[in-house]
T-cell receptor, first 111, second 113 residues
């Protein structure tokens, strides 16, 4: 069964605004990752946060993880039209080699 | 200099045919994966190989058979194609199986008519 659920399913913002996407999962995890998928392309890894970390930054990306709530958020600051893509969270569970992907958030950044 | 490559990029075929998709990675990774992405963008793991050994085999019809001739290649053969097999199939690789970053290929868009 699907491990992660993203919220919202779709998000439309103006260039320059911040975009926040949320991911909830069901079981304990080792790591949580965020990936981006541009239309018609493969997924690209953005950032990985370990279960013992609470926040991580990479450029304009900020990821938080709340293991008590089994949720994570991805914040993209000062969005650009090129950020238009689908964003997926992916978790790997204890003692499992599998990455389980969420349902994705489709982000549209309007120029 | 492509890291993970797949061929073909597009595949249109008739129901009942047998087809293969090939994947190669030049990253020196030990682990490779096949995923299926449906029309709703839901991405699901199908198989994973680590050093040519099968380590993940999800509930996939046995019409799907992966084959890893060496750790840089993972091919997917599909027998007796059905309409429901239409999807985008992604190959990916990682340094090892343990929840590491995965690198995805560009995908193979399969349409079964």
């Amino acid at each position: 069964s699907q491990q992660g659920e993203e919220d919202p399913q779709a998000l439309s913002i103006q260039e320059g605004e911040n975009a926040t996407m949320n991911c909830s999962y069901k079981t304990s995890i080792n790591n949580l990752q965020w990936y981006r998928q541009n239309s018609g392309r493969g997924l690209v890894h953005l950032i990985l946060i370990r279960s013992n970390e609470r926040e991580k930054h990479s450029g304009r990306l900020r990821v938080t993880l709340d293991t008590s709530k089994k949720s994570s958020s991805l914040l993209i600051t000062a969005s650009r039209a090129a950020d238009t893509a689908s964003y997926f969270c992916a978790t790997d569970k204890d003692s499992s080699y599998k990455l389980i992907f969420g349902s994705g958030t489709r982000l549209l950044v309007r120029p | 200099d492509t890291a993970v490559s797949q061929t073909p990029k597009y595949l249109v075929t008739q129901m009942g045919n047998d087809k293969s998709i090939k994947c190669e990675q030049n990253l020196g990774h030990d682990t490779m994966y096949w995923y299926k992405q449906d029309s709703k963008k839901f991405l699901k793991i199908m198989f994973s190989y680590n050093n040519k050994e099968l380590i993940i085999n999800e509930t996939v019809p046995n019409r799907f058979s992966p084959k890893s001739p060496d750790k840089a290649h993972l091919n997917l053969h599909i027998n007796s194609l059905e309409l429901g097999d239409s999807a985008v199939y992604f190959c990916a690789s990682s340094q090892d199986p343990a929840g590491k970053t995965q690198y995805f290929g560009p995908g193979t868009r399969l349409l079964v008519l």
